[in-house]
């Protein structure tokens, strides 16, 4: 009698053993499991977009005198050239040379109120179709390499809604773009969209004031606004000051401010 009580008491304790293994291996295997460690070697990189900036430089045409310090900057300018001077096209075929960006800088009709010389075949408001055409065509016959086109002056001119058209027409067929320099409230984005013409505008003018000082002020000014929107255009000159300037901070501000040096045909859309 004493051995089947021992026996049922040992019993007893295996089967309630066995009862609870059962149970403990029942919440192993619902319980997750643990995420495997990814070993990394470094932290992922975010491609970062450069801030970008075209320089443009206008004027060109009247002499050779600042071609040797455009032979010393390296990096993308465009160089906007006047038609039909004494030295129109050979300065567009060296600039090319030197891996410059060549636009035609047509010149157009400024207001009354700007007592300001014409320059030789300047399109003016009220001129027919056939004579706007013409002296557009004559221009980039006179220069090579011409890629795009901007205005000369032309405060009146690029608020005539028709001579524009006819012009962005024409370029169109050409497959240049338009750079508007913004001499007044123009009319030449709005129809540049309407008539499908790549176009581009000036953010700052860099050199109205012939001083080196102010002309590096208005860089970094160019430097803010592009970092701002992604992208800007200065407008500078032909003229020493300008491009010893350049050529000086070009170079630092590429470094130091992490921005791209681009070709205005870059930002036209």
């Not at 010389?117 to 706007?132: A, F, N, P, Y």
Request: charged share 25%; net charge positive.
């Amino acid at each position: 009698m004493k051995n089947k009580v021992i026996f049922l008491f040992c019993l007893i304790i295996i089967t309630q053993f066995l009862i609870i293994l059962s149970f403990i291996k029942k919440e192993r295997a619902h319980a997750p499991l643990p995420k495997p460690k990814i070993k990394t070697t470094e932290k992922t990189k975010v491609p970062v977009r450069l801030a970008r900036i075209a320089i443009v430089l206008d004027d060109w045409g009247y002499n050779l005198n600042n071609l040797s310090i455009l032979k010393e900057i390296s990096y993308p300018l465009t160089v906007a050239v006047l038609p039909n001077l004494t030295y129109s096209n050979e300065v567009s075929v060296e600039a090319h040379r030197l891996n410059k960006e060549i636009i035609l800088h047509l010149p157009m009709e400024p207001q009354a109120s700007e007592k300001v010389r014409l320059e030789q075949d300047t399109v003016m408001s009220g001129m027919s179709k056939d004579k706007i055409i013409a002296i557009l065509n004559k221009g980039l016959i006179n220069l090579s390499y011409a890629s795009g086109v901007s205005n000369h002056m032309g405060s009146k001119l690029t608020q005539d809604e028709a001579a524009i058209r006819i012009i962005f027409e024409e370029i169109k067929k050409k497959k240049l773009f338009f750079l508007d320099s913004m001499t007044s409230k123009s009319v030449c984005k709005t129809i540049a969209k309407t008539i499908g013409v790549n176009f581009a505008w000036r953010s700052v003018f860099i050199d109205n004031i012939l001083d080196e000082a102010y002309i590096e002020q208005q860089i970094r000014l160019l430097v803010r606004k592009a970092k701002l929107s992604g992208s800007a255009i200065g407008i500078g000159h032909d003229r020493r000051p300008t491009l010893a300037a350049l050529k000086r901070l070009m170079p630092e501000i590429e470094k130091a401010e992490g921005v791209k040096f681009v070709f205005v045909s870059e930002l036209a859309d």
